[in-house]
């Protein structure tokens, strides 16, 4: 079981800023990736912006230019720096790991309980 804590969501205004942060717990797993994905009432979730154990990157359409994602290995911790917000981006964000236990040969992925993101004036 991995833990992972978000923080970071909230209301802001239209061009305004909001970084959310999620941190997973798990000594023991190794993670491959983290990313960020979102989902507005009647729309399917979407995966927002992702980084792999190899530093690549990944943004939906959307958002590219205005997002940033980040991550601290070390801490297993992961960024979503979001600039120039839209209504558009209102949303539930998630947090997702992909990884694997020691000794165990198939991936495993877990979720964030989900933070929600408003933009609004």
């Known amino acids: 079981q991995v833990r992972l804590v978000e923080s970071g969501g909230g209301l802001a205004e239209p061009g305004g800023s909001l970084r959310l942060c999620c941190a997973a717990?798990?000594?023991?797993?190794?993670?491959?990736?983290m990313g960020w994905y979102r989902q507005a009432p009647g729309r399917q979730r979407e995966l927002v912006a992702i980084?792999?154990?190899?530093?690549?990157?990944n943004y939906v359409d959307s958002v590219k230019g205005r997002f940033t994602i980040s991550r601290d290995n070390a801490k297993n911790t992961v960024y979503l720096q979001m600039n120039s917000l839209k209504p558009e981006d209102t949303a539930v964000y998630y947090c997702?790991?992909?990884?694997?236990?020691?000794?165990?040969?198939?991936?495993?992925?877990?979720w964030g309980q989900g933070t929600q993101v408003t933009v609004s004036s």
């Open positions: 997702n790991v992909l990884g694997y236990w020691a000794l165990t040969p198939r991936d495993y992925e877990y």
């Open positions: 717990s798990g000594s023991a797993f190794s993670i491959k990736s």
């Open positions: 980084m792999t154990d190899g530093g690549s990157t």
